[in-house]
């Protein structure tokens, strides 16, 4: 019922957006950008973030008139943060760089908290965005959405346009893969 | 507890949560938008441009187009009278094979 509701308000603040009202879309910016964001962060990390966070919600300004309405919002807009992920991963790509950028500067510079993270936390945690960086970007893509952004696979499938027996056959094999990984860097699981 | 399970939930426990956005990101976006439906005002322009150019064209190739149009009547009368023309020379001209003799 919540959902529904989300997504009536959704439909709401995109007419009011379609009429010229800019402040609707602050208001699907600040219901949306946080997942926006962590869904970039873990496919193309800290370098370029906010960039990237802006450039996703100025195409889908711009999209907004083509914008169907055949899927939910979020699942769209979600495809428009996957391209623009995909871009900026072939962009790094071309400049020869490491992809995703987390790496142990980024860990060390965490802010300091009453409950830091113990050293063992932090060094899984590099081997894990290691990990991450060891897989192809369509693996790292489900491992993303389904593992860790907790999205169901069928919106995957949904947003990906690909068949949900993709997306469960990928994430089988990118599962396999990141494990194996993990193992041979001396993780337990 | 199933490989899968114990995979997934050592990505969530140890997965990195984003840094925090620039204060003034959310300012920034906002002043990047421009009205839906006008962000191509070229394009129109563009189409506007194209649109007088071709009627230009069109009226123009009308107007050569008559410039250079001949009355049926006018044209027949003339080349009647330049085949009369032609035809009336090459009698005066012709000679008599039969009667041919060779210097």
Redesign the interface.
């Known amino acids: 019922m919540v959902a529904k509701l989300g997504v009536d308000r959704d439909d709401d603040l995109i007419e009011e957006c379609l009429a010229g009202n800019t402040n609707a879309f602050r208001s699907l910016y600040q219901r949306h950008q946080s997942k926006v964001r962590s869904m970039l962060f873990q496919m193309c990390g800290s370098e370029m973030l906010d960039d990237l966070v802006q450039e996703v919600f100025l195409r889908a300004w711009r999209g907004l008139k083509q914008f169907r309405r055949s899927s939910q919002f979020s699942t769209w807009l979600y495809r428009i943060t996957w391209n623009v992920a995909t871009d900026q991963r072939r962009s790094f790509a071309k400049r020869n760089q490491n992809q995703t950028k987390i790496d142990m500067e980024y860990l060390l510079n965490l802010p300091e908290t009453v409950s830091s993270p113990p050293l063992q936390t932090l060094h899984y945690q590099e081997v894990l965005y290691r990990g991450l960086d060891h897989l192809s970007t369509d693996h790292r893509t489900v491992i993303v959405l389904h593992d860790l952004e907790e999205l169901p696979q069928k919106e995957i499938a949904l947003m990906l346009n690909i068949p949900i027996g993709t997306v469960k056959s990928r994430l089988f094999h990118a599962r396999s893969a990141l494990r194996q990984y993990l193992e041979a860097q001396g993780v337990e699981l | 507890m199933k490989?899968?399970d114990?995979?997934?939930q050592?990505?969530?426990r140890?997965?990195?949560?984003?840094?925090p956005?620039?204060p003034e990101?959310?300012e920034?976006?906002?002043a990047?938008?421009k009205?839906?439906?006008h962000?191509f005002p070229w394009l129109k322009v563009l189409m506007g441009l194209g649109l007088v150019i071709s009627l230009l064209g069109f009226s123009q190739g009308r107007r050569l187009q008559t410039a250079h149009s001949v009355d049926p009547e006018q044209l027949e009368a003339y080349l009647i009278q330049n085949w009369e023309t032609t035809t009336a020379r090459s009698e005066e001209i012709t000679i008599d094979l039969f009667n041919y003799q060779e210097n």
């Open positions: 490989d899968e114990t995979l997934v050592f990505l969530r140890h997965r990195l949560d984003p840094p956005p620039h990101l959310e920034r976006l906002m990047e938008l009205p839906v439906g962000s």
